[in-house]
């Protein structure tokens, strides 16, 4: 089941001052529902609303790399507002770079935000769902979670990593009540793509000429994307009412097509790897 829909439901939303994670708040606010919107920055969060309704908005400063500050944020959720019906995993960032120019450094941050921020988000939320036997869990990968492209290695193995996460959690919660459901953007106008929300590899040289080309492209993208941030509020606003829906959900005429394309190619590559693969089995 989802979450009961005879109140106003509690969203707990992470990454909230831009992009998708701000859409889906002032949508929210805008309907009625009661909104835990955790930030780096609550002053960037509260004027990028301006006008929005704030009267049932809780907007917190959370670390998410640090369990404690997230403890602290979803104790304050309960006890403003007695629960957690949805929680919405949205944090994150992107990055360019060949492989080979990714730093330690520039790794360590990109798994210790999108996918250990991620796992300390679920052991904080759901035990509280698992009690009300309610609730829905979704994580905001991209279809980058789903397939990769050369220059986007990082971001990739994040968003595959929360995607794995998030899968192996859906078959344990269902007993629980609890939904799950994996939501991969495609493009969206929003500003993933400007420096606010992109880190590029700086130790770099000059063996991958042609992702330097790419990075060059993406940084003169943004305008130009076909996503729009408010139908896509609107949709995952949907999807969280849903408990039939399907455990990924494409966002984007370009992410729904780049997914159909993948499953095709995937389907291709076991097929050609089956033969030899049955001759790894002991003789029978």
């Keep these: 089941m989802t979450y009961p829909t005879d109140r106003p439901a509690t969203w707990f939303i992470t990454g909230t001052s831009r992009g998708l994670g701000l ?15 955790t930030t780096r920055s609550t002053e960037r969060l509260l004027a990028a609303l301006d006008g929005a309704p704030s009267g049932s908005l809780l907007a917190l400063e959370v670390d998410l790399t640090d369990p404690h500050s997230v403890h602290v944020a979803v104790t304050e959720a309960t006890t403003r507002f007695g629960g957690v019906d949805v929680v919405v995993n949205n944090a994150g960032y992107g990055y360019l770079g060949a492989v080979e120019d990714t730093s330690h450094a520039d790794v360590r941050r990109m798994l210790d935000v999108q996918v250990a921020g991620t796992w300390n988000v679920l052991r ?130 370009d992410s729904s097509g780049m997914a159909a394309e993948r499953a095709t190619a995937l389907a291709s590559d076991v097929a050609a790897a089956r033969d030899l693969a049955l001759t790894t089995d002991k003789p029978s």
């Design 23 to 37: 859409a889906l708040v002032r949508h929210l606010l805008e309907r009625g529902d009661r909104v835990v919107a």
């Design 124 to 253: 904080e939320v759901l035990p509280g769902m698992r009690a009300a036997g309610s609730g829905h869990v979704i994580t905001v990968s991209s279809i980058l979670g789903l397939l990769a492209f050369p220059g986007w290695g990082l971001y990739c193995a994040a968003k595959f990593a929360v995607e794995g996460l998030t899968e192996s959690l859906a078959g344990e919660v269902a007993d629980h009540g609890i939904d799950v459901t994996i939501v991969e953007p495609g493009y969206f106008d929003t500003d993933f793509l400007r420096p606010s929300s992109l880190e590029v590899a700086t130790d770099t040289g000059d063996a991958y000429p042609a992702i330097a080309s790419m990075i060059e492209q993406h940084r003169a993208m943004p305008g130009t994307q076909p996503g729009d941030p408010v139908r896509a509020a609107r949709a995952i606003a949907s999807i969280a009412a849903r408990a039939d829906g399907p455990l990924r959900q494409q966002l984007g005429s």
